[in-house]
């Protein structure tokens, strides 16, 4: 007997789910469950923008409001990705505008955006509500002009990291002169003086305003008076912090955070004299976010500012809170979830960075909630690793940066197998892996055997052989990004996992061994697969064997892609015939 | 896995040789080796050496893309604090031997020794001659010295730039008789 749920009913119970993997998981079971799902979705994610056409996009989801797209690989925000690579917002904008019409969000992340783009948005999307656009490039503030002039029920605006050309601050006075339905604005990024009158005024016509983040160019003056306007905020990015330190102006300041009773998210800080910082202490009990990675402070104003802060559970912070600071934030911030400790000076001859893998054990064992970590030190220790996943086996990401290449654990000398062997073994949630130091083949072999929930791994300068890609390959279940750089295998590994590569959103590898001929051997071999090799200095001639600078691979059933620039090699722009030597069995 | 055993014999050949560098490049860059952190003593060496990676020692370090990974926004932003600063400059006393008074210079102007060497020859009005590593400098009566943290005389010029920069206190341009023994074969 054929038991069939009323698409009502399905319809019902699928409004219920959010994820989008569950919704993946629902469109597999059956056809009419494909077509429910699809016309019930309106939050749609690509974690590639060229994994699928936007046509096919708007065409499976006729629901759609919000759109996510993601574009270049994540190593291009380490300058490993040639300008003019890719990842263009207009084909998605201008297909959208066509099918897609009630879009609402747009969030984009590493993707190219132009002014007409914007436009586009602007006047394509009638009911247009939320545009994020994080580590964007290739717009000006006459884009951003547009958005704010055009879109009437505008609630998010928010430019996260973005390289913008900053034609100056007018931007601000094009928002409607009405009150305006803003909940979020973030410029941070932006370079250029905006009138402290324009952001006044829009802030006091901002009711639903929540979370404003300003940029560098905004003075103490005129945070205190936006404040002043809007102390309904939860979440702040102040402005720079550097003005001369006058008595009145201390208290001011103080006044206006003091009155700021809702706040939870604290960022921004440029240039914070320690001087200041008392000003925050109000503020500080009820804080759940704290962003102080550029605050150029010493670990004791540091200290006495975080030893205020019990609820905190995000930190990013710099490594000049030193170890000692570290422990007192054990201490202090019970509730701590997320820790980032980014380096002072990152240069590779920097001396004297003063955290060491004690701070990390500090707050490993004194913060039981820690699950994500993001760690920059010079040197490491296999005991140190060891002791932070026994004592934090709920670590759901791990990204430790050992600046120096290849250091082993300083110590034994012995490579810092043993200890990230304890974090792949003990920490089984781990979902994102980031390794450094000096690494044997070995390492990866543990990895590979105990890290079965990791999505995303990066690897630079390690392991010794093909043995180590090999490892991960055919071990990490869950991979979906695999990202390497500097490290010493080839082809072999590679041809011999081809099947692998399509359970994954991508693999990115530069500087390693990889050879011409096996790029093209994996082309071929592999049509569901888009392989493209990014070289700024091709030799002139291309023997098989020759090794490409960089290879980045990625599944789609779009096809090849037609955007390329000259750079980039692939199969389709440059087929070439016979096959070639390399065919490893 | 038999085919994992193949592996093997790709762990000794040269290209899996790990070094920095763009693969298809001749040039070796350190990394591994710092000036500043105890060296990795023989064994540290060997160990290495048997997992068929090769270390070169040089003194200047190279900068290498991307690494440590910080995002470019970020490393934009220090890079703007630190530029201003370091808007004040290193100066360090010049003296010259024979000469009435001393000059001071900025350190932080030059990138390398010959853009320093140009500017204490025009200064002073005098040339140092060719720099050997050996010998040290030949073909002059002068011979550029500085005195360095530890309090001690040293031949500019041995060292890495960086080096020399952050651990100089003041340049003295030595000559004639006083220079015997610094290789100053005229």
Known sequence: MALRLPSKVLKHILSFIDSNEDRNSVSLVCKSWFETERKTRKRVFVGNCYAVTPAAVARRFPEMRSLTLKGKPHFADYNLVPDGWGGYACPWIEAMAAKSPSLEEIRLKRMVVTDECLERIAASFKDFKVLVLTSCEGFSTDGIAAIASTCRNLRVLELRECIVEDLGGDWLSYFPETSTSLVSLDFSCLDSEVKISDLERLVSRSPNLKSLKLNPAVTLDGLVSILRRAPQLTELGTGSFAAELKPEAFTKLSKAFSNCKQLQSLSGL??????????????????????????????????????????????????????????????????????????????????????????????????????????????????????????????????????????????????????????????????????????????????????????????????????????????????????????????????????????????WMSSCFVSFGACKLLSQKMPRLNVEVIDEHPPKTRPESSPVERIYIYRTVAGPRMDTPEFVWTLHKNPEIGVSKLAIK | MEKVGDYDELVNLKATELRLGLPGTEETISCGKSNKRALPDDDTEKEIESTGKTETASPPKAQIVGWPPVRSYRRNSIQTKKNESEGQGNYVKVSMDGAPYLRKIDLTVYKKYPELMKSLENMFKFSVGEYFEREGYKGSDFVPTYEDKDGDWMLIGDVPWEMFVSSCKRLRIMKGSEVKGLGCGV
């Open chain 1, 270 to 507: 440029w240039d914070v004299l320690p001087e200041y910082l008392p000003a925050l202490y109000s503020v500080c009990p009820g804080l759940t976010s704290l962003n102080l990675s550029y605050a150029t402070v010493r670990m004791p104003d540091l200290v006495e500012l975080l030893r205020r802060c019990s609820k905190l559970q995000k930190l990013w912070v710099m490594d000049l809170i030193e170890d000692k600071g570290l422990e007192a934030v054990a201490s202090y911030c019970k509730e701590l979830r997320e820790l980032r400790v980014f380096p002072s000076e990152p240069d590779l001859d920097a001396t004297n960075i003063p955290v060491t893998e004690q701070g990390l054990v500090y707050v490993s064992k004194g913060c039981r909630k820690l699950e994500s970590v993001l760690y920059f030190c010079v040197q490491f220790t296999n005991a140190a690793l060891i002791t932070i996943a026994r004592k934090r086996p709920n670590l759901k990401c791990f990204r430790l940066c050992v600046i120096e290449p290849f250091a082993p654990d300083y110590k034994t000398n012995e490579p810092l197998d043993k200890g990230f062997k304890a974090i792949a073994e003990g920490c089984k949630d781990l979902r994102r892996l980031s390794v450094s130091g000096l690494l044997s083949d070995k390492a990866f072999k543990y990895i590979g055997k105990h890290a079965k929930k990791v999505r995303m791994l990066s690897i630079a300068f390690a392991g010794d052989s093909d043995l180590m890609l090999h490892h991960l390959l055919s071990g990490c279940q869950s991979l979906k990004k695999l990202e390497i750089r500097d490290c010493p295998f080839g082809d072999t590994a590679l041809l011999e996992n081809a099947a692998k590569l399509e359970t994954m959103r991508s693999l």
